[in-house]
């Protein structure tokens, strides 16, 4: 059974900065893609950054390019995404998840963790 474990989350004001991270067990993470998604209140799910097995690409939407980061180690079975300058608009719940592809299609993961709370206030 894959458990994916989320924390790092918390309050932030505007300008802040936040580094979530993702610990899996159960199975290793270091064959499969990661991504981390975010849930607002009243909104769907969406993508936020994603990166493939071996760490070498990455991938986000467009509302935080250049503001986080998503990394991995894998000897850790960690995933982690590094967030600055972060924006009221950055409030939801973060989770991180495990597919075949680090695209943002959310079919493409299968394992999603709980999830974890970032409130950024002004």
């Known amino acids: 059974q894959v458990q994916l474990v989320e924390s790092g989350g918390g309050s932030v004001q505007a300008g802040g900065s936040l580094r979530l991270s993702c610990a899996g067990s159960?199975?290793?993470?270091?064959?499969?893609?990661m991504g981390w998604f975010r849930q607002a209140p009243g909104k769907e799910r969406e993508f936020v950054a994603g990166?493939?097995?071996?760490?070498?690409?990455?991938y986000y939407t467009d509302s935080v390019k250049g503001r986080f980061a998503i990394s991995r180690d894998n000897a850790k079975n960690t995933v982690f995404l590094q967030m600055n300058s972060l924006k009221r608009e950055d409030t939801a719940v973060y989770y991180c998840?495990?597919?075949?592809?680090?695209?943002?299609?959310?079919?493409?993961?299968?394992?999603w963790g709980q999830g974890t709370q970032v409130t950024v206030s002004s």
């Open positions: 998840a495990q597919g075949a592809k680090f695209g943002a299609d959310r079919s493409s993961y299968n394992y």
């Open positions: 159960g199975r290793t993470i270091s064959s499969y893609a």
């Open positions: 990166i493939n097995w071996v760490g070498g690409s990455t």
